[in-house]
């Protein structure tokens, strides 16, 4: 594994989210990147394409980039410099494309690098990490704590769930525990019972405290 390349990686990330507070800072691109390789080693996966998609997998995202979106232009730019092989770069480019939450539109990756990736990703918007960012994110997006009278939205696709306002607590019905049944390794899914029964515990800690009752 060529070590330079990954370093060169880890040192671009850091200066690209310098500015970023909406959840997808370095240190979560660092989190994603520790605990793929993790997740790789049980599973026999690539390790160093296992690192760059997860360096990387932020890079172009829609809601930070949303005119390298489609072309994956800054991961594809950083890989060419380094002097990746074009096959290598796309089987990095196709993890990119297929880590992100869609709603109902989620993909498998196909690779079982790209599932050790996304399971990884997923794994970061799960538990204490996951709370955390949850609220971070609506606040930067201007988005309210709770409202009784919002419901969440159930079944949306990757239309509906970009396009949709919601509430920080309805976040954790419309997305976070959906990505537990989502997840594609073993090791993921044993990490995940933990973090959503801590996710359940708050909660339910919150709502007693919101009703009066604590
Ligand atoms: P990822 O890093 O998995 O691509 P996202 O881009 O979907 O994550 O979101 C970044 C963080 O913000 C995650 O922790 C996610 O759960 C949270 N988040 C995403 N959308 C919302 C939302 N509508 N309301 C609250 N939190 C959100
Ligand atoms: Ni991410």
């Known amino acids: ?15 690209l989210f310098q500015n970023e507070f909406s959840g997808h800072d ?14 790789a080693e049980i599973e026999k996966a690539d390790p160093f394409i296992v690192s760059l998609a997860a360096l990387l997998h932020d890079v172009d995202d829609y809601k ?25 770069i796309s089987q990095i480019i196709d993890i990119i494309d297929s880590v992100s939450f869609k709603g109902k539109d989620s993909v498998i990756p196909s690779s079982i690098e790209g599932k050790c990736v996304q399971d990884a ?28 009278e919002i419901p969440p939205l159930m079944d949306m696709n990757e239309k509906t769930y970009r396009n949709h306002t919601s509430t920080a607590i309805n976040h954790f019905y419309e997305k976070l525990f959906l990505i537990k049944d989502m997840l594609n ?27 009066g009752k604590r």
């Open 1 to 15: 594994m060529n070590r330079t390349i990954i370093e060169n990686a880890i040192s671009y990330i850091k200066e």
């Open 26 to 39: 370095y240190f979560h691109t660092m989190r994603v990147y520790r605990t793929a390789l993790k997740i």
């Open 121 to 148: 990703d997923r794994l970061d918007a799960l538990g204490a990490m996951g709370i955390a960012r949850t609220f971070a994110y609506s606040g930067s997006h201007q988005r309210i704590l709770h409202d009784p």
């Open 64 to 88: 930070l980039s949303l005119d390298t979106y489609e072309t994956k232009e800054k991961a594809r730019t950083f890989l060419k410099d380094q002097g990746i092989d074009e096959i290598v």
């Open 185 to 211: 390794t073993d090791t993921a899914r044993e990490i995940a019972q933990h973090r959503e029964a801590f996710m359940k515990d708050f909660l339910d800690e919150f709502f007693l405290e919101w009703e």
